[in-house]
């Protein structure tokens, strides 16, 4: 059932490491810094917290030390159904949000994609503890 679930909630933002990496529609100058598209490095990862803060990696290129927050949007019609669902990170474009195949979260936009590690392992962990086919 909770796979099918399709609203983020604060708790899952919080619960899970994300890999971070910006889409082929990002500057060249980001794709330059991401070791999705350089092929060096580990991935980036990104880090909700509780009080609506968003932290990385230490020695992360692309963080830059700024302040980050993030903030869920649901809207709902009179009979309960989502009109509209996203995540905002300061006052940059929306996030989509969307389930992967293995429980997981995605959430992106037309510059960067935001992915959750599987961590069935954990209780309340998304993702089964088999593969997926």
Not at 15 to 41: C, I, K, M, Q, S
Not at 52 to 69: F, K, N, R, T, Y
Not at 79 to 104: A, T
Request: hydrophobic content about 30%.
């Amino acid at each position: 059932m909770d796979s099918k679930r399709a609203r983020i909630t604060c708790n899952d933002l919080c619960d899970h490491v994300w890999e971070f990496h910006f889409t082929e529609d990002a500057p060249e100058y980001w794709r330059n810094l991401d070791p999705y598209w350089t092929g060096t490095g580990s991935t980036l990862r990104r880090y909700f917290h509780p009080d609506g803060s968003i932290s990385a990696d230490p020695g992360d290129l692309v963080w830059g030390g700024h302040e980050s927050c993030y903030t869920t949007v649901t809207g709902l019609l009179e009979d309960g159904k989502i009109r509209e669902h996203y995540v905002r990170i300061n006052r940059w474009p929306q996030l989509h949000v969307s389930r992967k195949p293995d429980w997981g979260w995605e959430l992106s936009n037309h510059l960067y994609c935001y992915t959750s590690v599987p961590d069935a392992e954990k209780e309340d962990g998304t993702g089964p503890l088999f593969p997926v086919f």
